[in-house]
């Protein structure tokens, strides 16, 4: 007769086993102790192992030093190689947050941020495009005008007696017709070529902006999410509105630049017609679009108006250097600083000094950048540096 097992009495182990040792709770069972201990490795003949490497070894130290040396090195020329695209990728990201704002306004209005970006980009492109026919039309017709007088310039040099004796006592004849030789052209055609290599890279810089600008655009939300992304949670609301209220401060200066550019165009245009120029509202053009690089543009518009000047008379060439000496420092040392300070919140002398600063340190991208670093360093002090400072 079976006696009947209860749940808590344990249950016999079958035939042929032993139940297993019982031990504490979370201790693990102890090993047999008729199994050996583990022996060591046998030595394989070539004697026991050293002590580890010593840190501080000198020979280690130094090829780790010069392994770091290289590869700093190594970056160096990488970002030196790379310069020219990493300073054109920069002035499109520059531009596109500029532009931005436009896009923001157009979305606002009921139009999908593609079609925004594509209207931005078409207008963009149009302003290059009047710029460049505004400029050629003056350039090819003086051009063409001065080849055409030159004869008579010639003829009339010969006419004159000091021209002539000059020519004959130092033998000029001679002397251009023997720099006329094959070597001469042979630089002359390596100066074309040299030409001809600068226009194109331009027009593959400029077309490698807009491209840049386009994209940027198309994904400037998503660049800027994604930036937040790599911010802590604690500090990524706080972070996201100072960098917004950057971004604005850029847009507002790309503003203020058009708006300096469009003051300019007008102020050559009312010029032109009065000095009785030709080609008024492509010269206003011209001078417009230069106005729009920092710095250097509104001298070459200058000049390139001077030399239309020069090319229709002598005195009108220098009254329109004296009109954009005058202008230009007027420009540079009223309009400028007041519309900055309007639009970017920026003082007339941090405005100027930044500006001087901007290109004494990295050329045309240190203007670019100068007001809106100024304004956003400006911003970064009085919400944060300050602040901290009255806590402690």
């Known amino acids: 007769m079976e006696v009947p097992v209860t749940a808590d009495e344990p249950r016999p182990a079958e035939s042929g086993t032993e139940p297993p040792p019982s031990t504490p709770a979370g201790d693990p069972a102890p090993p047999p102790a008729d199994k050996p201990a583990a022996e060591p490795p046998a030595d394989p003949g070539f004697g026991p192992p050293g002590p580890p490497l010593n840190r501080r070894n000198p020979f280690l130290i130094g090829l780790l030093g010069g392994l770091g040396v290289l590869t700093a090195y190594g970056i160096f020329l990488g970002l030196r190689n790379a310069a020219s695209i990493l300073v054109l990728i920069f002035i499109a990201l520059f531009l596109a947050i500029g532009l931005n704002p436009a896009v923001t306004r157009l979305r606002r209005w009921g139009l999908p941020r593609g079609l925004a970006v594509t209207v931005i980009a078409l207008g963009v492109l149009l302003l290059l495009c009047g710029g460049v026919f505004a400029l050629v039309p003056p350039l090819v017709t003086q051009t063409g005008q001065l080849i055409e007088n030159v004869p008579g310039y010639i003829a009339s040099l010969q006419r004159n007696e000091a021209v002539a004796d000059l ?10 017709q023997s720099a006329l030789d094959a070597g001469t052209v042979t630089n002359a055609l390596g100066g074309v070529v040299g030409g001809a290599k600068l226009l194109f890279g331009t027009i593959f810089n400029v077309l490698t902006v807009i491209v840049l600008v386009i994209y940027f655009l198309a994904a400037f939300d998503r660049i800027k999410e994604g930036g937040y992304a790599l911010v802590p949670r604690s ?12 971004l604005s401060k850029v847009g507002a200066y790309m503003v203020g630049a058009i708006a300096i550019a469009v003051l300019a165009g007008l102020s ?3 010029f032109a017609g009065v000095v009785g120029l030709g080609y008024p509202f492509a010269l206003a053009v011209v001078v417009a679009v230069f106005d729009l690089i920092p710095q250097i543009g509104a001298t070459l518009g200058a000049i390139i108006v001077s030399l239309v000047g020069l090319a229709d008379s002598l005195a009108t060439g220098i009254v329109c250097i004296v009109f954009f000496v005058i202008y230009q420092q007027v420009e540079n040392y009223l309009i400028y600083p007041r519309v900055m300070r309007r639009s970017v919140k920026v003082s007339d002398v941090a405005a100027v000094t930044a500006a001087l600063l901007g290109v004494g340190l990295f050329g045309v991208i240190g203007a670019l950048i100068a007001i809106p670093m100024v304004a956003a360093i400006q911003l970064i002090v009085r919400e944060v540096v300050y602040p901290s400072m009255e806590e402690k």
């Open 167 to 176: 020519v004959q006592r130092y033998d000029i004849l001679n002397k251009v």
């Open 235 to 246: 500090r990524r609301r706080r972070v996201r509105l100072l960098t917004d209220e950057i």
């Open 268 to 270: 050559t245009w009312v």
